[in-house]
């Protein structure tokens, strides 16, 4: 199995930058790709973007398209979402998730809260 730790939530102001991560351990091996989710109370789960194990080939959603960016860092295993030009609507909980061609995982998610 795979898990998921998040890390780097908190209260930015709007316009300002947060950098999440998120290191899987376990599995690794099995991962095929990784991706970014946030939820707000009261609306559906939004898919972000992914990056894809084998290449580190991205795609993103059009709603944070030219202000985040997926990365990642092969040898921690770990995965980031940079956020630039945060938006009051960005606040949500931010969730990680690891899929291999068995299963998906979540991290346990964490918080962003922008400021206006």
């Known amino acids: 199995q795979v898990q998921l730790a998040e890390s780097g939530g908190g209260l930015v102001q709007a316009g300002g930058s947060l950098r999440l991560s998120c290191a899987a351990s376990g599995r690794t091996d099995s991962i095929y790709r990784m991706g970014w989710f946030r939820q707000v109370p009261g609306k559906e789960r939004e898919l972000l973007g992914n990056?894809?194990?084998?290449?580190?080939?991205?795609n993103y959603a059009d709603s944070v398209k030219g202000r985040f960016t997926i990365s990642r860092d092969n040898a921690k295993n770990t995965v980031y979402l940079q956020m630039n030009n945060l938006k009051s609507e960005d606040t949500a909980v931010y969730y990680c998730?690891?899929?291999?061609?068995?299963?998906?995982?979540w991290g346990q998610g964490t918080q962003v809260t922008v400021s206006s």
């Open positions: 990056i894809f194990w084998r290449d580190s080939s991205t």
């Open positions: 998730t690891a899929t291999t061609f068995s299963y998906t995982t």
